[in-house]
């Protein structure tokens, strides 16, 4: 059975600070991963898709890698800023359904 | 990316009650639907996928007689919720595929939030 983990939970940075965020899955034989920005009450925004023949995906100060033989996936953002904070989750595509991380809340002080 | 709108955004009810929850493919015909659910600080937690013209498939635990889903077209999909109890409030969202057939990308329209009485 699939399962997603993202490291760390929460996160505060100070604005302007370049940041990784962690996402791990159990089983390697995944079609894609994406990644999801969600506001608070708010549905899901999406942001990078990887194939799984991709390595990375970019978009903007986003970036996203894949890594399927080691089960992690890494997004990178850079130059933080303020309206970035949000939660990050990561999701896997397991063939029938997207199977998600918790996510990681990221707070990015001004 | 595709455009998922869902009507209400917010409802209140008393237990006992149904709700309806309609999910819309605003700019492109989706064969598929995914239904979501999300309790606080959790993950999202999948429901059922809805196949335009047949029954829905429930993932494990989900009572198919209480969540009642219906996708009579390309473009709407709803999620009836039965005989409502304060332990079905949630968050529930829905969500697209674009592409027919295989994995593709997932829009997520933008949640409604349930609270049951």
């Known amino acids: 059975k699939q399962e997603v983990t993202q490291i760390p939970a929460a996160l505060s940075v100070p604005e302007g600070e370049n940041l990784v965020l962690n996402c791990s899955f159990t089983?390697?034989?995944?079609?894609?991963l994406q990644w999801f920005r969600q506001d608070p009450g708010k549905g899901l925004t999406s942001l990078l898709l990887?194939?799984?023949?991709?390595r990375e995906q970019t978009s903007g100060r986003l970036n996203a890698s894949l890594d399927k033989s080691s089960g992690r996936s890494t997004l990178y953002i850079a130059a933080s800023q303020p309206g970035d904070s949000a939660t990050y989750l990561c999701a896997a595509w397991a063939g029938t359904a997207l199977i998600f991380g918790k996510g990681t809340t990221l707070s990015v002080s001004s | 990316g595709a455009v998922v709108s869902q009507h209400p955004s917010r409802v209140i009810c008393k237990s006992g009650t149904s709700v309806k929850i309609e999910c819309r493919s605003l700019d492109f015909q989706a064969t598929t639907m995914f239904w979501y659910r999300q309790f606080p600080k959790k993950s999202l937690m999948l429901m059922a996928t809805?196949?335009?013209?047949?029954?829905?498939?429930?993932e494990q635990g989900v009572e198919k007689d209480k969540f009642l889903i219906n996708h009579a077209s390309l473009t709407l999909s709803t999620l009836t919720v039965t005989s409502a109890h304060p332990e079905d409030s949630s968050f529930y969202i829905c969500?697209?595929?674009?592409?027919?057939?295989?994995?593709?990308?997932?829009?997520f329209g933008p949640g409604t939030r349930l609270t049951v009485l």
């Open positions: 969500s697209v595929k674009q592409g027919a057939g295989g994995p593709n990308e997932q829009f």
């Open positions: 809805s196949n335009e013209g047949s029954k829905a498939t429930y």
């Open positions: 990887i194939q799984s023949s991709q």
């Open positions: 089983d390697s034989a995944i079609y894609n």
